[in-house]
């Protein structure tokens, strides 16, 4: 297929290209009695004692200085583990010898993990970036993914045109000087860019589209670096998605259970992968393994995992089994 600048298939989409997007708003499928919200602020001090009262130990100080600097609704989620459940009836009081030294043990630990896990996936990232542009430039040339939506045979019709306004946009919003540059030189007869440069400017969810909609063919080309099926690499990709998501707007990791599940190898074909046990799909542990696995693939020479490693035995209070870390998990393969 012959490579050419974008031309009449963008005159379709009209005043949408200038739009991002736009989110709605969807009321509950439950029918539930709406109850008034009326919870007052409180001050910081408010706050400390509040949690003294529930069974929190403490130093009264030092804890107005934390809920200063992270808020008492954040940490609530990694202190709502150690409240008191009965028959799962949650009561506003700690379970005994709850200290508020151990929380922010678990919240440092977790933000750090954050950190761990954006450089896997950013490199695990590049690299499908990477991959797609160049199977898909050999194939249909340079701007076939704007012209044809033949080169992305698996967008279904009405998701090729969002997928273009998406491209067009994030091009527009750019300020790279490689954009710039372009822009300067080859002028309006080009209203985007060159797949190899276009993939650069991609978000994560604009890369999975892409990776979604390309022919079979170069998305198992993708798989293959990885050394998985195409089927069960898509599903890691779509998960990696939403952990970034979570890890980009500073979301807990720790005891999370990951809503949009990964396929997992078979224990025949990788054996490796269950060992010591099979995995919980919807936990970090497994997250953790596929960007191990990943990283194995594309960064050989990469410390990450001793890094990770290194993590754990620097907190050996964070209970990991929250995140679904296997007894003898040590003895992986991918952990060793």
Not at 298 to 324: C, D, F, T
Request: a positive charge.
């Amino acid at each position: 297929m012959a490579s050419k600048p974008a031309g009449p298939l963008l005159s379709q989409f009209g005043n949408t290209l200038s739009h991002g997007g736009s989110f709605f708003m969807q009321a509950s499928k439950r029918e539930r009695e709406n109850v008034p919200y009326t919870k007052p602020a409180l001050s910081l001090e408010t706050q400390a004692n509040l949690l003294l009262s529930r069974g929190m130990i403490a130093d009264r100080d030092q804890l107005i200085e934390r809920l200063g600097v992270v808020s008492y609704y954040r940490l609530s989620g990694y202190w709502y583990p150690f409240l008191i459940f009965h028959n799962r009836e949650r009561y506003n009081y700690f379970e005994r010898d709850t200290k508020f030294d151990t929380i922010w043990k678990i919240y440092t630990f977790d933000r750090q993990l954050r950190v761990l896990v954006m450089d896997a996936i950013e490199r695990i990232e590049v690299a499908v970036r990477t991959k797609l542009a160049y199977h898909h430039s050999l194939d249909y040339g340079s701007f076939a993914y704007i012209h044809h939506p033949k080169s992305v045979p698996n967008l279904k019709k009405t998701e090729h045109p969002r997928f273009i306004c998406t491209v067009v946009n994030e091009t527009v919003r750019s300020k790279e000087t490689f954009v710039n540059h372009f822009k300067d030189k080859y002028g309006a007869d080009h209203l985007v860019l060159p797949i190899w440069m276009s993939t650069e400017l991609m978000s994560f969810g604009t890369v999975l589209t892409f990776l979604k909609g390309v022919p079979d063919n170069i998305n198992a080309e993708v798989a293959s670096m990885f050394k998985v099926p195409k089927k069960i690499f898509n599903s890691w990709f779509l998960t990696l998605n939403t952990v970034r998501n979570i890890c980009a707007h500073h979301g807990r990791l720790w005891n999370r259970e990951i809503g949009i599940k990964p396929f997992l190898p078979r224990k025949d074909a990788y054996p490796d992968w269950h060992i010591p046990a099979a995995m919980n799909p919807s936990r970090m542990f497994a997250i953790l393994t596929i960007c191990r696995h990943c990283l194995n693939c594309v960064a050989p020479q990469s410390k990450w995992s001793g890094r990770v490693r290194a993590l754990i035995e620097k907190y050996p209070e964070i209970p990991l089994a929250s995140m679904g870390f296997p007894t003898g998990w040590e003895t992986s393969p991918y952990w060793k």
